[in-house]
């Protein structure tokens, strides 16, 4: 019975730890979107220009501006990122980004190709 006691106190100072990482992680992005909502809305104030034209300049949806202007606290995808660094005229790999996994996609073999 006292092993699993222990365990479960290890368990628990496990999930209390994520936690904390998770919170300290939190507070840092949203410091981040919070600069970022902030350079986004003084840049087209500055320029004179609505979401809509900054959406059309970034090559991004409007709702894709105006989540990054919101402070919501989520990092930009990568691409959007650079986009958005460019815009800004911030250097690249100034805005942190979420991390984004791939899958490894199968293409079907090219029924055009001529077999040899």
Same mark, same amino acid.
């Given at each position: 019975?006292?092993?699993?006691?222990?365990?479960?106190?290890?368990?628990?100072?496990?999930?209390?730890?994520?936690?904390?990482?998770?919170?300290?992680?939190? #507070? #840092?992005?949203?410091?981040?979107?919070?600069?970022?909502?902030?350079?986004?809305?003084?840049?087209?104030?500055?320029?004179?220009?609505? #979401?809509?034209?900054?959406?059309?300049?970034?090559?991004?949806s409007q709702a894709?501006?105006?989540?990054?202007?919101?402070?919501?606290?989520?990092?930009?995808?990568?691409?959007?990122?650079?986009?958005?660094?460019?815009?800004?005229?911030?250097?690249?790999?100034?805005?942190?980004?979420?991390?984004?996994?791939?899958?490894?996609?199968?293409?079907?073999?090219?029924?055009?190709?001529?077999?040899?």
């Open positions: 019975m006292t092993e699993l006691r222990e365990a479960r106190v290890v368990y628990e100072a496990g999930r209390e730890a994520d936690r904390v990482f998770v919170m300290r992680n939190a #507070v #840092v992005m949203s410091e981040e979107s919070e600069r970022l909502a902030k350079a986004l809305i003084e840049f087209r104030e500055a320029e004179g220009i609505s #979401v809509r034209e900054l959406a059309h300049r970034t090559q991004l894709t501006i105006r989540l990054h202007e919101s402070e919501r606290g989520c990092p930009p995808l990568p691409f959007a990122a650079r986009r958005l660094e460019e815009a800004l005229g911030w250097t690249p790999g100034s805005i942190p980004t979420e991390p984004r996994e791939t899958a490894d996609i199968e293409l079907p073999p090219d029924s055009s190709a001529v077999p040899e």
